[in-house]
C-alpha cells in the first residue's frame, strides 16, 4: 500500500514537472510573438534620412545582398532599436520598406535611413519626419546572430549591448553577445600588443560597417 502511495506521488511530481515545461516551452514563443505585435501599427513622425548605392556602403545591405528598389525597398537603422527584418509603410507615399542594412550614423538613434534607387531622388528627399505603419517587427535574435561576427567595430557592440538588454530572457541571443563581444576584446588586446608598423583596420563606410 505505502509503495502504491509512493508511486503515486511520484508519477505525480513528474506529470506536474513535465507539465510545467511543456507550458513555459509554449509561453516562451507566444510572449516573443506578442512583443513583436506590441511593435505594429502607426508610429508617428519618425526621423528618415536617403542613401543611395552610389555611396561607399556599395550596392550590397548588410546580408550581402543586392539592395532593393522594388516593390519592398531596403533601409538602414540601428538594428537594437528597429531589427533586421522590420517591415514598414510610409504614411504619405505608401512605399514599403524592410530593414536589412545598418550605419554608423544610425547607431544610437531611432533614424531610419531609406534606400533610392538614384542620387536625385536621395537628394529630393531629403530629411523628412514622417508617419509610419509597422507592418512587421523584426528579428532580434536574427539581428544578434549577423551581428555578432562583426563584433571587432565599436558601434556593432553598442548595437549588441543594446539588443541583449532587449532580450535577457533569450539565453541564445545573450550567449551570442558574450561570446562575440569576448573575441572582439580579445582581438582589441592581441592588436594593441602587435607592432606600431601594422596598418590599421579600414574604416568602414558611414551606412554599412564592414
Known amino acids: 500500500m505505502l509503495k502504491s502511495l509512493n508511486l503515486t506521488i511520484a508519477l505525480g511530481a513528474t506529470c506536474f514537472l513535465v507539465g510545467c515545461a511543456e507550458q ?3 509561453q516562451k514563443p507566444l510572449a516573443a510573438v506578442a512583443t513583436a505585435n506590441s511593435h505594429l501599427g502607426r508610429m508617428p513622425n519618425v526621423r528618415t534620412t536617403a542613401y543611395t548605392r ?7 545591405n548588410a546580408l550581402g545582398k543586392y539592395l532593393s528598389g522594388r516593390h519592398v525597398m531596403s533601409a538602414a537603422a540601428d538594428w537594437s532599436r528597429f531589427p533586421l527584418g522590420t517591415r514598414f ?9 524592410i530593414i536589412d542594412d545598418y550605419g554608423t550614423a544610425l547607431v544610437g538613434s531611432n533614424t531610419i535611413d531609406l534606400y533610392k534607387p538614384t542620387k536625385l531622388e536621395m537628394k529630393r528627399w531629403g530629411v523628412r519626419s514622417v508617419d509610419i505603419d509597422v507592418l512587421q ?11 555578432a561576427p562583426r563584433a571587432k567595430f565599436p558601434q ?12 535577457p530572457s533569450s539565453p541564445v541571443a545573450v550567449a551570442d553577445v558574450t561570446k562575440a563581444l569576448k573575441k572582439s576584446k580579445k582581438l582589441a588586446s592581441s592588436g594593441s600588443q602587435s607592432s606600431a608598423k601594422r596598418s590599421k583596420p ?8 564592414d
Open 137 to 147: 517587427w523584426g528579428s532580434e535574435q536574427k539581428s544578434v546572430e549577423v551581428l
Open 89 to 97: 509603410r510610409i504614411c504619405s507615399t505608401r512605399e514599403e520598406f
Open 54 to 60: 552610389k555611396e561607399k556602403g556599395g550596392i550590397q
Open 202 to 209: 579600414k574604416i568602414s563606410s558611414s551606412r554599412t560597417l
Open 24 to 26: 513555459t516551452a509554449v
Open 156 to 167: 556593432v557592440q553598442q548595437m549588441l549591448l543594446a539588443l541583449q538588454n532587449k532580450t
